[in-house]
């Protein structure tokens, strides 16, 4: 008996060729009826004898394209009306935005093919893509996703193109960025002054050149231009530092094939498959030897490594045969460049040539950086292949936008049950990086047709987007930042509170107003209580103190030993000495604070690892490193005593001073830091049997060390618990508002259903 029915696709269904999925799958089995696009993803009615209306819906689900997920599949009879050919309709763009755009997708095995096969017509085509790869985020601009809203609106379309965007059988059937040497994009080399030198292949070609001979070259990208030179040359590669005035922080490289990078580290069953997705992200791997030169990351048994994800690099890659750096195109604490002409103003004291194209960048996508654990991801920087894709999350009838924190900035909002966390954007400190923002909030809006209910930002008051939140005129959720951060783990792996958390990094604003990092909070259904956090230290410098370890140290020796501390241990003059001891007496610009991050580098400065960072981080990832192959279960006296004055039993203050005086006593560096990594592994263990929820969030800038994430996971799950940490979204600041986002839905929820306190405000 002949049967219809109506089929509702949510899910990333749209840009990924799932039409022509359905319309294959749908000639396969000769039913008949219709596919089209809707805004809440793909509709679909098939007519047929109910058996085959069945292997249809369950090869539906089995046979997806690539990148296709289905998240919901409404199913519903209806009557038959006799069709028997099956068509792809044109979509009607009325109503409801809430189509996904996707990620942007590395270069897909076909395309690859056609790009290196003399014969085909692509042969060579820097700009080659497909429904299942190519750009997507970096050039929309707007929605719903079709050319004339991406910035391809520019490249008319040959008749031979033409032809594969409109044949449903084709690869290309509404590839919207699709492009040949006839029609699409093309290369141009341009000297410092802007002048060019070649264009089409010579251009890569003499690039290529350039590189071979130890030149920089600007790369204009997919999110943005990269600066190149040969990862083998030292002197180029000191050159790339020296301009860049980046001095120490380690570069990524990009390597011609996997089989180099083989050569040259350690690669897994999962970091290959993540170096061979299609969001080909940087992946930390730890190093083996080969021939990259000592000054790409100097004193680093990681090296970040990416394979080549866009045709542009697949073709320059093959032609150089050699790794090259790969680094952003910015200049220091500046958003990458994006476009031609600021390229050559920003870039034109680095680099010696640019290959560049015309295919404008709509919003800059910096690569990605992740590494490998427990065949699982654990995301550093999430933005190209992975921003903006959604997290699910119940948002009722709210529409939030949350604004982040101050470092690594990302937005995110939130609507129809998804909350969609935007690329990294930078450190707000700068001013460029704050313009990127204010773009990336109207870019949300309209891009979601959002209209907010509310807005989340930090509790912190001097944070350039919190300032920011106060003159959007929304209600305003104010959160604590490390209440944000637990949350955001939470969100990521859709868990339920109660939770204990240890959230630590350098810094967040504290509900007292003083600077909290060391945090263990429990998060109930409303809420968070602060179980223990470390005893307080001061912070001479105040934020000069993340810049220098020595500072924390000087800080940390003082609450330790008072004006009498150890002097030798300190790298600073006698005269410097007194007088940070008068500030920090005085409580002059000398904050105290609870921070796990500043412990870190007091401890990395006392045991004489790094007194000053060259880069974020710096001092504790070198007590990460300095535990080599060290192998102790050894940890250090630490003790919890209760917070005087509080009546609620077991809130308690972790004292750190006798593990201190015990370091101060070490001999032996590797030993040290190896124990300092057991002890802190074990306080979560401690915290967590006095506090008593089985499930426990490990989130925080603090759990980037890969070393104390995976010490603090076994120790839990050996003592019976079940530890959660951060995977798809960043541990660090990166990930603060998404877990905004929430908090603001906890509360509007809590709020609706009774008179419960807000911290509600009209900008
Ligand atoms: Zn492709
Ligand atoms: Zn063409
Ligand atoms: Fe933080």
Known sequence: ????????????????????????????????????????????????????????????????????????????????????????????????????????????????????????????????????????????????????????????????CRAEYENPLDRRFHAQPTACPDCGPQLALLTRKGSALETYYDALLAAADGLRRGGIVALKGLGGFQLLVDARNSDAVARLRALKARYEKPFAVMMPALSQVEMTCQVSDIERALLQSAAAPIVLLRRLGGDIAQPVAPGNPYLGVML?????????????????????????????????????????????????????????????????????????????????????????????????????????????????LSQHLGDMDNLAVFDTFRRAVDDFETFHELEPTAAACDLHPDYAATRYAEDMGLPLVRVQHHYAHILSCLAEHRIEAPVLGAAWDGTGYGTDGTIWGGEFLRVGEHGFTREAYLRPFPLPGGDLAAREPRRSALGLLYALYGKDLPRDRLAFTAREIDLLITAVERGINAPLASSMGRLFDAVAALIGLRQQNAFEGQAAMMLEYAQGSAKTDECYPIEITPVTGDQTTGKGIIEWKSMIAAILSESDVQMTAAKFHNTLAALIVTVAQRVGEPKIVLTG????????????????????????????????????????????????????GSSGQTHKHRG
């Open 1 to 160: 008996m002949i049967e219809r029915r109506r089929v509702s696709v949510e899910g990333i269904v749209q840009g990924v060729g799932f039409r022509p999925f359905v319309y294959g799958l749908a000639g396969e089995l000769g039913l008949g009826g219709w596919v089209i696009n809707s805004p809440q993803g793909v509709v679909i009615e098939i007519e047929a004898p109910a058996p085959l209306l069945d292997t249809f819906i369950r090869r539906l689900q089995s046979d997806l394209p690539p990148h296709a997920a289905i998240h919901q599949l409404g199913l519903e009879k209806i009557a038959p009306v006799g069709e028997k050919t099956f068509t792809i309709r044109q979509s009607n763009h009325q109503g409801q935005k809430t189509t996904l755009i996707l990620p942007d997708l590395a270069t897909c095995d076909d395309c690859l093919r056609e790009i290196f096969d003399p014969h085909d017509r692509r042969y060579h085509y820097p700009f080659t893509n497909c429904t299942h790869c190519g750009p997507r985020f970096s050039i929309v601009n707007a929605l719903p996703y079709d050319r004339a809203n991406t910035t391809m609106r520019g490249f008319m379309l040959c008749e031979r």
């Open 308 to 420: 080549p994800y866009t045709p542009l690099h697949h073709l320059l890659m093959a032609e150089l045969g050699f790794p090259v750096v790969a680094t952003s195109g910015n200049r220091s604490g500046e958003p990458i460049v994006t476009d031609n002409p600021m390229a050559l103003a920003k870039l034109g004291g680095i680099a010696d040539l640019f290959l560049v194209h015309n295919r404008p960048i709509a919003r800059h996508v910096d690569d990605s950086v992740v590494f490998a654990l427990e065949d699982d991801i654990v995301m550093l920087r999430r933005a190209r292949g992975y921003a903006p894709a959604p997290v699910p999350i119940q948002t009722g009838d709210q529409s939030i936008i949350a604004v982040g924190a101050q470092q690594k900035n990302a937005i995110a909002i939130a609507h129809h049950n998804r909350a969609i």
């Open 701 to 752: 800038g603090c759990f980037q060390n890969r070393s104390l994430l995976e010490k603090a996971i076994r120790q839990l799950r050996e003592a019976g618990f079940t530890p959660y940490w951060h995977q798809r979204i960043p541990a660090n600041d990166g990930g603060i508002a998404l877990g905004q986002i929430s908090a603001a839905l906890r509360e509007t929820n809590h709020v609706s």
